[in-house]
Nanobody, 126 residues
Framework: QVKLVESGGGSVQAGGSLRLSCRAS????????MAWFRRAPGQEREGVAAVDNTGHTTYADSVKGRFKISKDNAENTLYLEMNSLKPEDSAMYYC????????????????????WGQGTQVTVSS
Protein backbone atom coordinates (compact mmCIF):
# COMPACT_ATOMS: atom_id res chain seq x y z
CA GLN A 1 0.00 0.00 0.00
CA VAL A 2 1.36 3.39 -1.03
CA LYS A 3 0.10 6.70 0.26
CA LEU A 4 0.66 9.90 -1.71
CA VAL A 5 0.28 13.38 -0.27
CA GLU A 6 0.50 16.44 -2.50
CA SER A 7 1.32 19.98 -1.42
CA GLY A 8 2.40 23.28 -2.90
CA GLY A 9 -0.71 24.37 -4.72
CA GLY A 10 -2.05 27.88 -4.48
CA SER A 11 -3.16 30.97 -6.33
CA VAL A 12 -0.82 32.90 -8.60
CA GLN A 13 -1.06 35.43 -11.38
CA ALA A 14 -0.37 34.50 -14.96
CA GLY A 15 3.33 34.28 -15.61
CA GLY A 16 4.04 33.16 -12.08
CA SER A 17 5.52 29.94 -10.76
CA LEU A 18 4.61 27.19 -8.34
CA ARG A 19 6.34 24.05 -7.15
CA LEU A 20 4.22 21.05 -6.31
CA SER A 21 5.45 18.23 -4.10
CA CYS A 22 4.18 14.69 -3.65
CA ARG A 23 5.47 12.65 -0.73
CA ALA A 24 5.16 8.89 -1.05
CA SER A 25 5.02 6.55 1.92
CA UNK A 26 4.46 2.84 2.30
CA UNK A 27 5.77 0.03 0.15
CA UNK A 28 7.07 1.55 -3.07
CA UNK A 29 9.34 -0.45 -5.33
CA UNK A 30 12.31 1.08 -7.08
CA UNK A 31 11.05 0.16 -10.57
CA UNK A 32 8.16 2.58 -10.41
CA UNK A 33 6.74 5.27 -12.63
CA MET A 34 5.38 8.46 -11.14
CA ALA A 35 3.33 11.16 -12.76
CA TRP A 36 1.32 14.33 -12.36
CA PHE A 37 -2.20 14.64 -13.68
CA ARG A 38 -4.69 17.47 -13.53
CA ARG A 39 -8.40 17.96 -13.88
CA ALA A 40 -10.16 21.25 -14.41
CA PRO A 41 -13.88 21.58 -13.66
CA GLY A 42 -15.95 20.06 -16.42
CA GLN A 43 -12.93 18.64 -18.21
CA GLU A 44 -11.32 15.24 -18.55
CA ARG A 45 -8.31 14.27 -16.50
CA GLU A 46 -5.10 15.18 -18.32
CA GLY A 47 -1.66 13.70 -17.97
CA VAL A 48 0.85 16.48 -17.35
CA ALA A 49 4.24 14.87 -16.81
CA ALA A 50 5.74 11.53 -15.86
CA VAL A 51 9.11 10.15 -14.82
CA ASP A 52 10.09 6.50 -14.75
CA ASN A 53 12.67 4.59 -12.75
CA THR A 54 15.42 5.41 -15.27
CA GLY A 55 14.74 9.13 -15.04
CA HIS A 56 13.11 9.29 -18.45
CA THR A 57 10.53 12.06 -18.53
CA THR A 58 7.40 12.60 -20.60
CA TYR A 59 5.47 15.84 -20.90
CA ALA A 60 2.16 16.89 -22.32
CA ASP A 61 2.57 19.25 -25.26
CA SER A 62 0.67 21.92 -23.37
CA VAL A 63 3.35 22.15 -20.66
CA LYS A 64 6.57 21.40 -22.54
CA GLY A 65 9.20 24.04 -21.88
CA ARG A 66 7.28 25.43 -18.90
CA PHE A 67 6.98 22.52 -16.44
CA LYS A 68 9.68 20.22 -15.10
CA ILE A 69 9.11 16.95 -13.29
CA SER A 70 11.73 15.54 -10.95
CA LYS A 71 11.99 13.18 -8.03
CA ASP A 72 14.14 12.74 -4.98
CA ASN A 73 14.44 9.01 -4.38
CA ALA A 74 16.06 9.48 -0.99
CA GLU A 75 13.10 11.56 0.18
CA ASN A 76 10.48 9.55 -1.74
CA THR A 77 9.21 12.82 -3.13
CA LEU A 78 8.02 13.80 -6.59
CA TYR A 79 8.11 17.42 -7.72
CA LEU A 80 6.53 19.50 -10.45
CA GLU A 81 8.15 22.86 -11.12
CA MET A 82 5.64 25.01 -12.98
CA ASN A 83 6.76 28.23 -14.64
CA SER A 84 5.10 30.76 -16.94
CA LEU A 85 1.74 29.66 -15.62
CA LYS A 86 -1.36 30.39 -17.65
CA PRO A 87 -5.00 30.60 -16.59
CA GLU A 88 -5.63 27.36 -18.50
CA ASP A 89 -3.23 25.60 -16.11
CA SER A 90 -5.78 26.07 -13.33
CA ALA A 91 -6.88 22.66 -12.09
CA MET A 92 -6.66 20.15 -9.30
CA TYR A 93 -3.29 18.47 -9.62
CA TYR A 94 -2.82 14.86 -8.60
CA CYS A 95 0.24 12.70 -8.34
CA UNK A 96 0.12 9.02 -9.12
CA UNK A 97 2.41 6.03 -8.92
CA UNK A 98 2.56 2.64 -10.54
CA UNK A 99 5.00 0.40 -8.72
CA UNK A 100 5.97 -1.70 -11.73
CA UNK A 101 7.03 0.49 -14.63
CA UNK A 102 6.57 -2.31 -17.17
CA UNK A 103 2.81 -2.04 -16.64
CA UNK A 104 2.79 1.57 -17.80
CA UNK A 105 2.31 1.42 -21.56
CA UNK A 106 1.64 5.16 -21.88
CA UNK A 107 3.01 7.37 -19.09
CA UNK A 108 0.37 10.09 -19.38
CA UNK A 109 -2.63 7.77 -19.30
CA UNK A 110 -4.11 7.62 -15.85
CA UNK A 111 -5.51 4.14 -16.17
CA UNK A 112 -2.04 2.64 -15.81
CA UNK A 113 -1.50 4.03 -12.32
CA UNK A 114 -2.55 2.22 -9.20
CA UNK A 115 -2.14 4.76 -6.42
CA TRP A 116 -3.30 8.36 -6.36
CA GLY A 117 -3.04 11.33 -4.04
CA GLN A 118 -5.91 13.55 -2.94
CA GLY A 119 -4.81 16.48 -5.06
CA THR A 120 -3.70 20.07 -4.62
CA GLN A 121 -5.46 23.01 -6.22
CA VAL A 122 -3.68 25.38 -8.59
CA THR A 123 -5.43 28.60 -9.61
CA VAL A 124 -3.89 31.00 -12.12
CA SER A 125 -5.51 34.38 -12.56
CA SER A 126 -5.14 36.59 -15.63
Amino acid sequence: QVKLVESGGGSVQAGGSLRLSCRASGNSHSRNCMAWFRRAPGQEREGVAAVDNTGHTTYADSVKGRFKISKDNAENTLYLEMNSLKPEDSAMYYCAIEEDVVRVRSPLVGGYYHYWGQGTQVTVSS
